[in-house]
């Protein structure tokens, strides 16, 4: 069955300090993979997403994601956090049948002055 | 602003009570889902339609329903609620019918469930 894990239940990092929140799937065919930001209060937003072809993926707010195949994992990075970044994270893995999302627990970011 | 509104936002009834959360999609998106939030499940897909057709099923259970009206608006229907209904239910469109493969979902603000 499609799973998604995400170790990090809370992570709290100092304003302008590198970030890494750590994504891993299970899947057995190609994934579609993606992370998702919810605020306090907010909806779900979406940082970026994965379909096919390179690796490395941009999104919004200067986040990034790197797909590795070998590592089952989906990664999201930024280099250099705000405190308007604190907010809680989510990964999540489709199927290629059905409309069906799966979300790891979340991350919730904290971020220090 | 994802261009997916739910009503209402807030919503607490009793233990045993009917509540329907209605749900918007984006202009032009066909499907709708249904997706569940609570402390210790995490976020669930309930249900999706598409075009007024259900088209997947998650872990829904069977005192709630859904359906998708002509034109395009979605209901969801949670009955006999129990304590452990209470949760933030989230609406999600997409423009066609595979949202969890090459497409994107569009999530609203959600509807914020309190069962007493």
Known sequence: AQSVTQPDIHITVSEGASLELRCNYSYGATPYLFWYVQSPGQGLQLLLKYFSGDTLVQGIKGFEAEFKRSQSSFNLRKPSVHWSDAAEYFCAVGRDQGGKLIFGQGTELSVKP | ?116
């Open chain 2, 1 to 116: 602003d994802s261009g997916v509104t739910q009503t209402p936002k807030h919503l607490i009834t009793a233990t045993g009570q009917r509540v329907t959360l209605r749900c918007s999609p984006r202009s032009g998106d066909l499907s709708v889902y249904w997706y569940q939030q609570s402390l210790d499940q995490g976020l669930q897909f309930l249900i999706q339609y598409y075009n007024g057709e259900e088209r997947a099923k998650g872990n829904i259970l069977e005192r709630f329903s859904a359906q998708q009206f002509p034109d395009l608006h979605s209901e969801l229907n949670l009955s006999s609620l129990e304590l452990g209904d209470s949760a933030l239910y989230f609406c999600a469109s997409s423009v066609g019918a595979s949202g969890g493969a090459t497409e994107t979902q569009y999530f609203g603000p959600g509807t914020r469930l309190l069962v007493l």
